[in-house]
């Protein structure tokens, strides 16, 4: 009787443990899915911090560039400008503490998103000398029907990093690239054609001649690069070596979108 009753006790144990054990992971997952501000991991606080501080400090500057070369009269540098102010705030975001720090995140980002679609406005601008009329029209209209996406990320924002609701900006997130780069890409490589069809000289010659335009086409270059490291980091690839929620890839990619289109 008392063997049978030890393994009672012992079945009963264990089936405690079980339990015990499923709320303890239950528990983790949660945890781990968490959204705010990284304040315990220092890695993770140095490195949004950095990023950020990339941005902004950057936007500040062609801001001050772009205002200082402004001409009375010429729509596009104003353009130019309200696209830099509108994305500073995102850079600032880190020093929020909780729990303002997913909203001030969320609604910052709104700034940002505008100002992405106002950079494809002005990168339109830039190309219709060299566009047809359908292409024109073709390139405005894409971005017109990206704008329901951006609508959803921004409810997805606030959602996610208010721990409100993960899923839909889990997965919708992977996307943004589509609705934010592929306008940028062309304009990439339709100045190369440009410089190449139009012009009595290479892109070197033209570099040698034009500095600025050399930097201004490492921008652009460096920002295509970023983007498919923006999409990895989002999918979760490099999950086990990035902080959840803490993405610096297209703070780089934007700082190097917004130097190109200055």
């Not at 991991?41 to 205002?67: C, K, R």
């Not at 990168?123 to 292409?135: I, S, T």
């Not at 990093?161 to 839909?168: E, M, P, Q, S």
Request: proline fraction near 5%; charged fraction near 10%; charge should be positive.
């Amino acid at each position: 009787m008392q063997y049978c009753s030890d393994n009672v006790i012992a079945a009963m144990t264990g089936s405690n443990s079980i339990g015990s054990f499923t709320l303890s992971v239950q528990h983790s997952d949660h945890a781990k899915r968490t959204i705010q501000r990284p304040v315990d991991d220092p890695a993770a606080l140095i490195l949004e911090a950095w990023s950020q501080g990339l941005m902004t400090g950057s936007l500040l500057i062609m801001a001050a560039v772009t205002y200082a070369n402004m001409r009375p009269g010429v729509l596009l540098h104003k353009l130019i400008l309200l696209e830099l102010i509108l994305a500073l705030a995102h850079g600032t975001f880190i020093f929020a503490p909780d729990p303002v720090y997913g909203w001030y995140l969320a609604a910052s980002a709104i700034g940002l998103i505008i100002s992405w679609s106002l950079h494809n406005v002005i990168a339109w601008m830039k190309n219709r000398p060299f566009m047809g009329r359908k292409l024109s029209l073709f390139y405005v209209g894409t971005i017109v029907l990206a704008q329901p996406y951006w609508a959803t990320e921004i409810y997805a924002n606030f959602a996610y990093f208010n721990n409100a609701n993960h899923t839909v900006y889990e997965k919708i997130r992977p996307w943004e690239a589509l609705f934010r780069d592929p306008w940028w890409i062309y304009t990439t490589c339709n100045l190369f054609w440009v410089v190449k069809t139009h012009y009595n000289f290479g892109i070197l010659e033209l570099v040698r001649e034009c500095p600025r335009f050399g930097l201004m086409l490492v921008s652009m270059c460096l920002s295509v690069v970023f983007i498919p490291l923006d999409i990895i980091s989002v999918t979760g690839a490099l999950r086990s070596a990035m902080p959840l929620g803490i993405n610096p890839f297209w703070k780089v990619c934007s700082h190097s979108v917004s130097t190109g289109s200055i």
